[in-house]
């Protein structure tokens, strides 16, 4: 068996090789291959568990609205969930869906639901009652009622709701790594395996933007929502 | 309105310096390989179902997983990876259970903890031989070794060896209490804490459980004195870490084998096990950590070198 | 299935390593609130009370939030090295923004009729906000610490992977405790933080003057995060 060809793969800058605290030359090279993917994989954790977490939570928080009673009972679940800490959830999940996209994202929905289920109901419950009467002096229905005038009016509360909901969701991601290795966690964590500062701080500070970009964005959205608003801040 | 200004800003800042970089620089498709020039010659691997091969939570295991991996796509595989999966246990459940198809394992963990023998063997191909038996009883087929073992090792500071005149693992009897620091699993292992205890009867440990890879910082800061490491961590290269002898064995035999269900392999055909064969042929020691050291201390990414490293040896 | 009766079985014959990692798990989280209260409840009472620094005071919480528990634990390690010092201070990151904020929206949003009303019955700034603006405070202020202790708890969780000890030590290792372990342990860590959230939850209503119980206006208030939206409600 003859001696296999070794290549020079090349030596990494100083800065790197000394571990030096942040190496720009380093993110530049490695960004295609390592920290983009990452953060696109980030991304698209996020917008699926913030999508279903909502589509959920929205369509309970419809229903509590109107049967009062559910409310007690869904805040509990979803508190239970919400408080049990990230990397337990996920090896809770392991035995039933294994290690793969869908465990992490299961989990990643369940600590959406608290804050989407009380936000919006919050909101609604926070319309003027003089509003209401208006409306259905007006002659509106209850359905008519319900989608031309309360959910507007609870927008900023849902939109709150979903930044909290979104940032937090940004941020559980990168545990998902113990399971399904995808996401800025997983820089993060190779990082970790090299006390590599470089890498986890330019994952890390990745993280942060994408949350912060993320909140901007939504109150941007939620400006544009309700241009009413504008008014009462102002004031 | 100061705020609302000044969120504005910090939106749009955000959105142009994301869209920037996943727009930008965005050369590098994912994980390198996949698109590289059609091997117009044969491509056995088309058509044949979709393979899924794991890798466990260190450095030289994302290289492995690379280089399998890139060498099966050239050759027209489907190879999905799940990279970073855990420790062997893990591993091996995920193996039994059909989330991945292969890994890479070292026969010696493999007998121990998978295979739950205990017995330490002569040379490398006695233990090759039980390990197979084993896994062949269970549905899963041990593919033949690489050169390369990468064996636990201990390593301590120059400092440290000079001062308790250290240098083989039976002269740490001699140190009394020591903080050791390794991963959890080196605790219960054969090759292990076990091991130590009852080969070189080492037992006043004070054990410090240590995700791998960092063991070598915690060496460095001094919070611990000695750390387990492997022999073809990239960081041994340079010298600056003094590794302890092993003369009763107890660290045993580390080579390579892919552990791939028997029915996987008989659905991919045998170039799918020939393929695997070649790379394992070249893998030796020097090229492991040399490939640990460029992502160990360079920084390249596990897929970068492998590909390289394939290329230069005509495999992909 | 049968891996959660095993888990259960897991915790009655590790009991002693259960209790001490839980004993770890709530020394580690303990020092890093105790010292981020210290900190941050002066700062943010003050700052509420002077109704100076709100921009910094509110968006210090969204920048917090927006700190990745895991990444903040690894540039911990990275800057200051593995141990249950680093582990902490990268806890006591995680929770000030949180008390900072809940403290000075608690403060600084105390009805102004009633601070007009004992200025007016003569009462000095210090006098104000202790005998005023901190009993009124109190239940956002408890709000904002119980968040925080709960949130330190889960995320104290992932301490193992930098070097210090808490229930997660079991989680991350299954390669030595098997897969009943690391359910028992998260079972363990699951229960530690709801207590937790129960009995902060329970202090909470105890110094709420029942006129500002939120519940009784039928918003439903569980885990107190600051106000529903950032801006100023004018119906609160």
Known sequence: MAEPVIPDFGRGSSCVRENGTFCWDWVNSHWGDTLRPALVQHVVLTLIAVAVGFAIAFTLALIAYRRGWLTTPVVLVTGLLYTIPSLALFQLLVPFTGLSRTTAEIALVSYTLLILFRNTLAGLAGVPEEVRDAARGMGLTRRQLLWKVELPLAMPAIVAGLRIATVTVISLATVAVFIVNEGLGAPIYAGLQQTFKTELIAAGALCVALALAADALLVLAQRALTPWTRFARSA | ?316 | MQDFVDAVQFIGEHTALLWQLTLDHLALSGAAIGIALVLAIPLGVTLGHVHRGSFAAINVSNVGRALPSLALISIGVAVLGIGFVNVMVALIVLAFPIVLTNAYVAVDGVDQDAVEAARGMGMTGREVLWKVELPLALPLIFAGIRTAVVYVIATATLASVAGAHSLGDVIVDQATYRLPGVLGAAMCVAVLALLAELLFAALQRAVTPRALRLEERGVPVMLGDPPLTNERTAST
């Open chain 2, 1 to 316: 309105m100061k705020q609302g200004t000044l969120r504005l800003i910090l939106a749009l800042v955000a959105a142009l310096a994301l869209t920037t970089g996943l727009a930008a620089c965005g050369g590098g498709d994912d994980d390198g390989g996949s698109g590289s020039t059609q091997a117009a010659a044969s491509q056995p691997g088309k058509g044949k179902p979709s393979v899924t091969l794991g890798t466990k939570n260190f450095t030289e295991q994302f290289v492995l997983g690379q280089l399998y991996k890139q060498a099966l796509e050239a050759k027209g595989f489907t190879v999905a990876l799940k990279q970073n999966i855990g420790s062997t246990e893990i591993a091996d459940k995920a193996l039994r259970s059909g989330q991945i198809d292969l890994y890479p394992e070292y026969i010696g963990i493999f007998n121990t903890a998978v295979a739950g023998d205990a017995k330490a063997y002569p040379s490398v191909d006695a233990a090759f031989g039980a390990g197979k038996a084993y896994a062949e009883r269970h549905g899963f087929t041990l593919l033949p070794l690489t050169p390369f073992t990468d064996i636990d090792a201990l390593a301590v500071l120059p400092k440290y060896a000079r001062a308790h005149q250290l240098e083989s693992v039976a002269d740490l009897k001699g140190v009394g209490r020591f903080k050791l620091g390794a991963p959890p699993e080196f605790r219960q292992r054969e090759t292990g804490l076990v091991g130590m205890a009852r080969v070189y009867g080492i037992r006043d440990v004070d054990f410090s459980p240590l995700t791998i890879g960092l063991q070598y910082q915690a060496l460095d800061d001094g919070k611990i004195d000695v750390a387990d490491v492997f022999t073809t961590d990239g960081q041994l290269q340079g010298g600056r870490y003094v590794l302890l002898r092993d003369p009763k064995n107890v660290f045993g035999f580390q080579n390579v084998t892919p552990v791939v269900s028997t029915r996987v392999l008989q659905a991919e055909g045998p170039a799918f096990e020939d393929t695997l064969n070649a790379v394992s042929r070249v893998l030796t020691t020097e090229a492991m950590q040399r490939m640990n050291a460029a992502v160990a201390i360079d920084k390249q990414s596990p897929a970068d070198v492998a590909q390289q490293f394939l290329q230069a040896n005509g495999l992909v």
